[in-house]
């Protein structure tokens, strides 16, 4: 009987090190997306919003997008219990 426990914690120990093995390379996978996804939305920018009033109309775009993001992120707090100080100071702008 022992051994066979020492047995299942060696293989979830194990099962856990590939787990964080396969969240380590999606982690690195999004960052390296988002660094392409910023470019391509940085030259879009600069190629389409030229005149002010455009230039405005893409702070507005993105502060709506902003906004959505900040809600989702409290509501998944809230949902998932995260202990947060408070959110609205670490928000630029809030």
């Known amino acids: 009987m022992p051994f066979q426990l020492l047995g299942r914690r060696a293989h979830a120990r194990r099962d ?3 787990a964080e ?6 982690k690195a996978g999004r960052v390296s997306q988002a ?5 391509q939305g940085l030259a879009v920018t600069l190629d389409y919003f030229k005149t002010r009033a455009h230039q405005e109309r893409a702070l507005q ?8 993001l ?3 992120s409290d509501a998944m707090a809230v949902r998932y219990a995260v202990a947060l100080q408070s959110s609205t100071q670490s928000r630029p702008g809030a």
């Open 16 to 18: 856990h090190r590939n």
């Open 21 to 26: 093995k396969k969240c380590c390379k999606a």
């Open 35 to 39: 660094r392409r996804d910023v470019e």
């Open 61 to 68: 775009i993105l502060q709506f997008k902003l906004d959505v």
């Open 70 to 72: 900040w809600s989702m």
